[in-house]
């Protein structure tokens, strides 16, 4: 009787634990990793962030699966321009992605000679040194890192390869009503609003990136766990993201 009362506790624990896990990832937080380069220097492959449900409000895709219990969003909260926001593709509605809120509905977005103008101002940027990635071979890629300062006065960083590359001009366009134009702040290496991407409809945003609670270096060897520790980036946990 006693193993029978225990087993049914056990289960009773872990139903419980399960809902309130769901109820945490649907409503509050969910954790993301960055499986590409595209958000550099502002998030590194590896990291592991987590993002706010609530800040945007809730739409289909903050529930599991992007159950279609609903259209539209409910609560809704406009994001500020220079949010790092995860979102679901808007070419399949499943994949998320990460990038940074640059055009607002109705602002005019354009590219010209490397430089990113936004209602026909160019954004101003300065200068910040240098910016180095480390293949696995360790061969060395250097970037120019500036810091951007967009028009409310939110100031974050980019790096680019140069200012002729393919993205670094592109034809003005008109952010529709309903949808934001991101940009990856790896602004040559990127796939976003230029691209495939193209403008994210508010219903897609999954929520808003806040911090870090992880990163690791994905060079080390899963058949290796003694060099483990050395791989985790301890100077980036619990990072706030900007």
């Not at 103008?117 to 910040?128: D, L, P, Q, S, T």
């Not at 309903?178 to 945003?205: A, I, W, Y």
């Amino acid at each position: 009787m006693e193993k029978e009362e225990s087993l049914a506790d056990t289960v009773k624990t872990v139903f419980y634990a399960v809902v309130i896990a769901i109820l945490i990832r649907t409503f509050l937080f969910e954790p993301f990793k960055i499986p590409s380069g595209s958000m550099y220097p502002t998030l590194y492959v590896g990291d592991y962030l987590f993002v706010s449900k609530y800040t945007y409000g809730y739409s289909k895709h903050s529930l599991p699966f992007s159950l279609p219990l609903f259209g539209g969003r409910i609560w809704e909260d406009m994001p500020q321009r220079g949010d790092v926001v995860v979102f679901k593709f808007p070419q399949d509605n499943k994949t998320d992605f990460i990038k940074r809120v640059i055009g607002l509905p109705g602002d005019k977005i354009k590219m010209s000679g490397g430089r990113l103008y936004i209602n026909g101002e160019k954004v101003v940027r300065e200068e910040a040194g240098d910016f180095v990635i480390r293949d696995e071979s360790g061969n060395a890629e250097r970037f120019r890192q500036y810091t951007e300062t967009l028009p409310e006065g939110f100031k974050h960083t980019i790096i680019e390869v140069s200012d002729r590359e393919p993205a670094d001009n592109t034809l003005e366009v008109t952010v529709p009503q309903g949808s934001f134009f991101v940009m990856g702040d790896n602004r040559d290496k990127s796939n976003d609003s230029r691209f495939d991407v193209g403008f994210v409809p508010f219903e897609n945003l999954v929520g808003k990136a806040r911090f870090l609670f992880f990163s690791h270096n994905d060079e080390g060897a899963w058949y290796k766990p003694w060099i483990w520790p050395k791989k985790i980036r301890w100077g980036r946990l619990f990072d706030k993201i900007n």
